[in-house]
């Protein structure tokens, strides 16, 4: 008697168990009259409140705009390249640009692809776990970017203007979190410091365990449990009241030396990560590193430290059903059913 085993993300089962009231199904390739085709549909029809369940697929669901307090999750990126993965569907749940209006604020976004900017302009937007181009904050309050792969920069070389990074916050925006974090930046134009982030000096943001490719600029922040591979960061005799704890910076730091646990002068990439894994994993802390605990909580420097680290492939942290065994041969009138599932906190 042989088994048949059917592998899908918790989206699957979730299209089957959860009520059109507080959950809508957006999958381009369904023809299920209860799922939505389009973003614009489903957004249209959901209350705040809901949640907006996104199929992968190989075709994407374009521009968006979310003017409503809602949660969009998707399967999350690099599936089956990581371990964990391998049962997975590949297909992504991507967009290109992402705007978040000042009635959207509340929303939540995980486990998406945005290939374009993601623009907040909503407060209390939560955006973990994503594969993001870049992502701009518009005097907007209390925002969380956690956990994300931000690959890429806002502005090219070819435009008039500095180079503004893998993260911009302008205004008054207050009380930003950036946690656990990959902040890619651009040093591409040989006329402008290249940076991971560029925030206005009113801002006030606290950065814990992120990996800034480019350093940045910013005010009024802490930062904490951070590694900085290269690129400047604001001067420590400076008037802008940044707060730093067990940072590793890679090269020179003057004014942290000795200073509240940071650490200057860490090395070169192959003494802080064990490069090893196709994607972020080969971010992970070396045993004989010295960001290796170096964390104000005793956990690792970098994004793999700390009380929420990076997810490799951005699997959203609600429960995921990858496994159901049935037989193929039934007897009588009882059907045995094996489903294997795992939690993604």
Known sequence: MKNVTTTF??????????TAQTTLILDNNSDDPLHYKTFAEAIEAAAAGSTILVHGSGVGYGDITIDKAVKIIGPGFY????????????????FKAVNVSIDGGGAFLSGLRIEGICAIKGNA????????RAVKIDNSNDVIIGQNHIYSYIKGCDGA???????????????IMVHNNYLQGSGACSWDDPLSVEASPTATITFKNNIFIYGGSYSNSVFENNIIIAGDTPNIGDNNNNIYHNNVFLGDKPGLVGVNNNITNAGTFENIFTNEGKTLTKYTIRDDSVAKGAGRDGTDAGIFGGAEPFVPSGIPGIPTVYSIETKTNVIGDKLDIKVKARTNN
């Open 9 to 18: 993300l918790l989206i699957s089962l979730l299209s089957i168990s959860t």
């Open 79 to 94: 599936i089956g390249e990581n371990p964990g993965t391998e049962n997975m569907s590949t297909a992504t749940a991507k």
């Open 125 to 132: 937007t939560v955006i973990q776990r994503n594969q993001i």
């Open 161 to 175: 203007g500095s180079e503004i990074g893998a993260l911009h916050i302008t205004g008054d925006s207050n009380n």
